[in-house]
C-alpha cells in the first residue's frame, strides 16, 4: 500500500539549533516527493520537491531536503531554525504517471520553536 | 494573484442537514482539487478536475458529497445528511496543470464541525 510516515509527531528546538524531519514512503516505484508547511490559518505552502537528478534539492526559507532511495526516505533539514517556522510540516508523495497531483500526505510534524 | 479562496471558513450544522462550500481557485489555473484533513492527519485526496470535468473521485467520497466545477471556474462540495465523521477540514487547491509534477496553490480550508 502506498503511504508516508513521519515519525515524529512533535518535534520542539531552540532557536538558532539546527532541524531534521523525518520522513519515510512506501510507493510502488519512485515517486515525486514533497513537502509543505501549514501555519495556524494558512493554507499549506510547497517548501521543496524533488522529481530527479540531484538528490539534495533546496527549498524557500532555508530549508533543504535529502532523497535516499535505498532508505526510502525524503527528509527535511535546516541548519538554523528561526521562531517563525514553528508550524506543521507535513511529506507528501505524488505519482510519477496519471498526470496530475494526487498526493498522498503524511500525518505532519509539529514543530515548536524555543526562543 | 489572489490566491485560493473558500467560503465559508468555518460552518457549524447539525448531524443531518446538507453543507455547501465553496472554492475560488486561482484564475488562471485549470486543476482544481479537493482534499479533507482530520485532526492530527495529513489532507486526504478526494477529488479533482481538469477544467469543469471531474477526472476522479476517491472512495472517501461516498454518495452523500457531490462536487462540482461549472465552466471550469468556482467549485462546490456538497455535503447532504450530514454525520459527525464528516467534520473536518476541506481544503481547495488548484495548478496550472500541464504535469503531474507542477505546483498546488491551497486555499486557508473550511472548517466543518457536525454536532
Known amino acids: 500500500a502506498q503511504s508516508v510516515t513521519q515519525p515524529d509527531i512533535h518535534i520542539t528546538v531552540s532557536e538558532g539549533a539546527s532541524l531534521e524531519l523525518r520522513c519515510n514512503y512506501s510507493?510502488?516505484?519512485?515517486?515525486?516527493l514533497f513537502w509543505y508547511v501549514q501555519s495556524p490559518g494558512q493554507g499549506l505552502q510547497l517548501l521543496l520537491k524533488?522529481?530527479?537528478?540531484?538528490?539534495l534539492v533546496q527549498g524557500i526559507k532555508g530549508f533543504e531536503a535529502e532523497f535516499k532511495r535505498s532508505q526510502s526516505s525524503f527528509n527535511l533539514r535546516k541548519p538554523s531554525v528561526h521562531w517563525s517556522d514553528a508550524a506543521e510540516y507535513f511529506c507528501?508523495?505524488?505519482?510519477?504517471?496519471?498526470?496530475?497531483?494526487?498526493?498522498?500526505f503524511g500525518a505532519g510534524t509539529r514543530l515548536a520553536v524555543h526562543p | 494573484d489572489t490566491g485560493v479562496s473558500q467560503d465559508p471558513r468555518h460552518k457549524i450544522t447539525k448531524r443531518g442537514q446538507n453543507v455547501t462550500f465553496r472554492c475560488d481557485p486561482i484564475?488562471?489555473?485549470?486543476?482544481l482539487y479537493w482534499y479533507r484533513q482530520t485532526l492530527g492527519q495529513g489532507p486526504e485526496f478526494l477529488t479533482y478536475?481538469?477544467?469543469?470535468?471531474?477526472?476522479?473521485k476517491s472512495r472517501l467520497l461516498s454518495d452523500r458529497f457531490s462536487a462540482e466545477r461549472p465552466k471550469g471556474s468556482f467549485s462546490t462540495l456538497e455535503i447532504q445528511r450530514t454525520e459527525q465523521g464528516d467534520s473536518a477540514m476541506y481544503l481547495c487547491?488548484?495548478?496550472?496543470?500541464?504535469?503531474?509534477?507542477?505546483?498546488?496553490?491551497f486555499g486557508s480550508g473550511t472548517q466543518l464541525s457536525v454536532l
Open positions: 484564475s488562471e489555473h485549470n486543476r
Open positions: 510507493y510502488g516505484a519512485t515517486p515525486y
Open positions: 478536475f481538469q477544467n469543469e470535468a471531474q477526472l476522479e
Open positions: 487547491a488548484s495548478s496550472s496543470g500541464g504535469m503531474a509534477n507542477e505546483k498546488l496553490f
Open positions: 507528501a508523495v505524488g505519482p510519477v504517471s496519471g498526470g496530475y497531483n494526487k498526493l498522498i
Open positions: 524533488y522529481f530527479s537528478g540531484d538528490t
